[in-house]
Nanobody, 115 residues
Framework: QVQLVESGGGLVQAGGSLRLSCVVSGSIFRTDAMGWYRQAPGKQREFVAGITTGGSAHYDADSVKGRFTISRDNAKNTVYLQMNNLKPEDTAVYYC????????WGQGTQVTVSS
């Protein structure tokens, strides 16, 4: 059974940084590209960034390119999202999941950016 545990969120001022972590249990980490998603209040969940099993990264939103970096540690079954130069519009609950076939969602981690 897949379990996804996100952490690292918090309250930060605009321009600040956070590093999110997601520990993945279950086979999907070895077989799937992994992604970070976010859901802002009153909005649909959206894909933010993905990384293949080989480490190739993709950033879906122009708004995060150059500011966010996704990475993975295969030895620790962990996916990271380094977020720099945060903006108030980055405020959301952030989730990780399989990029190609999202399964049961974890609890997410709240990121709040104040102006």
């Amino acid at each position: 059974q897949v379990q996804l545990v996100e952490s690292g969120g918090g309250l930060v001022q605009a321009g600040g940084s956070l590093r999110l972590s997601c520990v993945v249990s279950g086979s999907i980490f070895r077989t799937d590209a992994m992604g970070w998603y976010r859901q802002a209040p009153g909005k649909q969940r959206e894909f933010v960034a993905g990384i293949t099993t080989g480490g190739s990264a993709h950033y879906d939103a122009d708004s995060v390119k150059g500011r966010f970096t996704i990475s993975r540690d295969n030895a620790k079954n962990t996916v990271y999202l380094q977020m720099n130069n945060l903006k108030p519009e980055d405020t959301a609950v952030y989730y990780c999941n399989s990029w190609s076939r999202p399964t049961t969602w974890g609890q997410g981690t709240q990121v709040t950016v104040s102006s």
